[in-house]
């Protein structure tokens, strides 16, 4: 597929869950991909393979088992040039919550009573609660980089104060799931290098939108998961290496010790890591270049692109409707195709219920875990936030049937 054109049909095409109709055969409309995006044929294909051509477990001789240790490696690579960072870097898990908490226990020899942990209010609590755990067993204190309330980015005014010689870890969000604001997390990580803290981005929300680079950032430690990214439910951690080595994870005796099996305590979800390379040869497939990384870069900016048409017909609309409290940085901020709002008078609940019912809009409503911002924003009251999020399957034409729904909705409450 050309990267200089979207063909949004032949996207869809390749996305079943799309051509599914409900019991009343009509076709939902999927706004909830920052809560987990569709999976892909691609994905399905690889997965079937794997189940139906024989499953094995790791490091015997016959022909199963040496295609699943190849299937891992294969895997690994495929990650490695998504992030640009090693394939030996690269461990698979449960899912992102589950690994931060794992990597969060495994650096605890690391920090002392009177260290500090940086970590902030716009993120998703998966980025937050592991390392404020980790700060309790150790005696550390946890430290915020605030949002500001007017931007609806980081305020970094105070970030040389907040990041300093005491600073031993730095945990960001690469873009918000709420907002979907894209954090200048290359220039918190350099603050964070000066004082030699360890840096974490969390990338679930980012990875599905724009290409992400690992040693670009700067970044020590990076989660994303799968099922963001058209993929199955999977968590990856990316360690640089020099980390890597160092951490004392709890394992099994006989089990691997050198890096990055050390991590993936257990059988992993092999049929899911096979889905995984699937995930990431459509993202490739849509772009071009002589090597991987090249069309994944391409592949990315021809989202790009798309996601950009959809959140200006998105915003436009919003903006242009009393009764919606939109939740969004300023037009010089990058951002992810996510918008969270309000309407006034109406519970966030309902709202949704609405739009699934009469409309067939599956969009969610809630804190979505960023609940750091449910009280910043004191928004609970009537129901959190209704959270609309774009995925490369989404259209125009699905946009103007939100329109019209919305609309509606406001009619009926007149």
Known sequence: MPNNKFRIDEVRSQFPALNFRNKEQVFPIYFDGPGGTQM?????????????????????????????DAL???????????????????????NMTSLAFQVSHSLRPLLKQGDEIVVTQLDHRANVDPWIHLAKETGATVKFIPVDKQSLTHDLSNLDTIINEKTRIVAIGLSSNLTGTISDAKKIFKVAKKVNAITIADAVHAVPHFLVDKQDLDSDILFCSAYKFFGPHLGIAAIKKAI?????????????????????????????IAGLCGAIGFLESLGAGEIRRQ???????????????????????????????LYRASSEVKKTPTFAFRIDGIHSR??????????????????????TMAEVFPVMETG?????????????????????????????KT
């Not at 891992?72 to 449960?94: I, M, P, R, T, Y």
């Not at 592949?299 to 609309?317: K, N, R, T, V």
């Not at 959190?384 to 009926?412: C, H, M, S, V």
């Open 295 to 325: 069309r994944l870069k391409a592949g990315m900016e021809a989202i790009e692109s798309h996601e950009q048409e959809l959140m200006d017909s998105l915003q436009q609309f919003l903006e242009s409707i009393p009764e919606v409290k």
């Open 40 to 68: 892909v044929q691609a994905c399905i294909d690889r997965m079937l393979e794997y189940i139906e051509t024989g499953m094995a477990n790791l490091h015997g001789t016959f022909a199963t088992s040496i295609k699943t």
């Open 350 to 371: 309902e709202a949704t219920q609405f739009f699934a019912e009469k409309f067939n809009l599956c969009i969610g409503d809630g804190h979505f875990y960023a609940s």
């Open 384 to 412: 959190g936030w209704i959270r609309i999020g774009f995925a490369p399957y989404n259209t125009l034409d699905e946009i103007e049937i939100f329109k019209t729904a919305l609309k509606e909705l406001l009619q009926r």
């Open 244 to 272: 890597f080595e160092t951490l004392e994870i709890p394992k099994l005796q006989p089990a691997p010790n050198q890096i990055p099996y050390k991590l993936e305590t257990g059988t992993q979800n092999h049929e899911a």
């Open 72 to 94: 891992l490696e294969e895997a690994k690579q495929a990650v490695g040039d998504l992030l640009n960072c090693s394939a030996e870097e690269v461990a698979f898990g449960q």
